[in-house]
């Protein structure tokens, strides 16, 4: 069975653009969580969705948004990009709530932003 | 917001036990408690997940008390190859948001030597 997939793996912005993310669960899992991994904070929740509706949703501002599709595949989105947005973002996959079921981790897409 | 905090950094010998303690005083009455394994330039990978008093699997065992506000990862026998950064996953008390989010602990790295 394919892991979970996360394009692009890396990508440089400059502050003040876009970006989307994007992540491919493993198949036949219904939830996509996305996180942010800085060195200074750590692992954070940004958002999990289920069946194209958020479920949860973490303490971020609203530049950082996200979508799942109907075959589950999710997608993250930063506006107005700033230094502090320079992290590792990474993609998780579970077959139901990812508070209850294990959940599959992407490699990650490494933002950088200039 | 309470923080789920661990011990930043913990060292042992091959063949030792290791026994890794989250603080999660904020933890949701209903959510599990679940430890990850991170290497570096990969995303976290699972280890074992439970709700209370004990649970064990092939690697590991998890110890959690009655009032589930901490947990204690137990790590057998470890070897070089279970250098890594521990991180314990619980949920966190909704905020009058409707939502609640999910909370990574501080992370613990260990170190296994020789």
């Known amino acids: 069975k394919a892991g979970v997939t996360q394009t692009p793996r890396y990508l440089i912005k400059t502050r003040g653009q876009q970006v989307t993310l994007s992540c491919s669960p493993i198949s036949g899992h219904r939830s996509v969580s996305w996180y942010q991994q800085t060195p200074g904070q750590g692992l954070q929740f940004l958002f999990e969705y289920f069946s194209e509706t958020q479920r949860n949703k973490g303490n971020f501002p609203g530049r950082f948004s996200g979508r799942q599709f109907s075959n589950s595949r999710s997608e993250m989105n930063v506006s107005t990009l700033e230094l502090g947005d320079s992290a590792l973002y990474l993609c998780?996959?579970?077959?139901?709530?990812?508070?209850?079921?294990?959940?599959?981790f992407g490699p990650g897409t490494r933002l950088t932003v200039t | 917001l309470a923080k789920t905090t661990q011990p930043i950094s913990m060292d042992s010998y091959e063949g030792q036990e290791v026994n890794i303690t989250c603080s999660h005083n904020?933890?949701?009455?209903?959510?599990?408690i679940t430890w990850y394994q991170q290497f570096p330039s990969q995303g976290p990978r699972f280890i074992i997940q439970?709700?209370?008093t004990k649970v064990t699997n092939e690697v590991a065992s998890l110890f959690i008390p009655a009032d589930r506000k901490s947990s204690t990862l137990s790590l057998p026998r470890v070897s070089l190859s279970d250098t890594a950064v521990y991180y314990c996953?619980?949920?966190?008390?909704?905020?009058?948001?409707?939502?609640?989010?999910?909370?990574f602990g501080t992370g613990t790295r260990l170190l296994v030597s020789p």
């Open positions: 996953l619980v949920g966190d008390l909704a905020m009058n948001t409707g939502f609640q989010k999910l909370v």
């Open positions: 439970g709700y209370k």
């Open positions: 904020n933890i949701a009455t209903n959510d599990y």
């Open positions: 998780a996959s579970s077959l139901a709530s990812s508070r209850e079921y294990e959940q599959y």
